[in-house]
Nanobody
């Protein structure tokens, strides 16, 4: 019934930029923290950035100063602006939302992932 949908991934050269978006395809109520995670080949999925409903953000050290997480609460949409991209940023990026589901429980929702490839 409810699914998160990511978009905005693609192929970009080092130093380039991408903007990822994540939004629910169904109704989600009272979204708490939202976040972006990524998984590169041969690596564990790692937290990239999180943002609370009040706008408090946390970033993994490797992306600080380059990535910006934001959200539009009116649209229940989250964004990840990725600047100064490096090859090591190459990964599948997943969005996550902790929210009150229509069936009345606080639930973690995940998107299907979007591929980001940074290469010369």
């Amino acid at each position: 019934q409810v699914q998160l949908v990511e978009s905005g991934g693609g192929l970009v050269q080092p130093g380039g930029s991408l903007r990822l978006s994540c939004a629910p395809s169904g109704n989600i109520f009272s979204i708490n923290t939202m976040g972006w995670y990524r998984q590169a080949p041969g690596k564990q999925r790692e937290l990239v950035a999180t943002i609370t409903s009040g706008g408090i953000t946390i970033y993994v050290d490797s992306v600080k100063g380059r990535f910006t997480i934001s959200r539009d609460n009116a649209k229940n949409t989250m964004y990840l602006q990725m600047n100064s991209l490096k090859p090591e940023d190459t990964a599948v990026y997943y969005c996550n939302a902790n929210a009150l589901a229509p069936w009345g429980r606080v639930t973690d929702f995940w998107g299907q992932g979007t591929q980001v490839t940074v290469s010369s």
